[in-house]
């Protein structure tokens, strides 16, 4: 979708749709950063992960992933699946990795030992 149709959209909506929109943008994004980090975290690469997901029986499109939260496009949302999925292989629960920033909490964390 591009900007000008997503702007199009959200002109016509309620105020109610572009905050639901905007949500799931900010959601999506923070459930991307936290994947990364956690693969950081983990020293893993995100394709050794994906291998390891699909190994284990969610077979899905890898490069979805690089679509979530990109510049420019919209409407590219993980699925609650694919949050499920991700969050077990790294033992997290979903809910977290749409509602917390973990490597904020991890530095935090770090920071605190010292």
């Given amino acids: 979708m591009t900007k000008e149709l997503r702007q199009k959209i959200q002109e016509q909506s309620t105020q109610w749709a572009s905050q639901v929109y905007d949500q799931a943008e900010d959601l999506s994004k923070l459930f991307m950063e936290n994947f990364y980090f956690l693969c950081e975290k983990h020293n893993l690469k995100k394709n050794e992960v994906f ?64």
């Fill in 51 to 114: 291998k390891r997901v699909k190994e284990n029986g969610f077979n899905f499109r890898p490069s979805r992933m690089s679509e979530f939260g990109r510049e420019g496009k919209y409407n590219f949302h993980p699925t609650l699946i694919e949050m499920c999925y991700f969050s077990k292989f790294f033992g997290v629960s979903p809910g977290d990795m749409i509602s917390k920033d973990m490597r904020a909490k991890d530095l935090l964390r770090r920071n605190a030992k010292h």
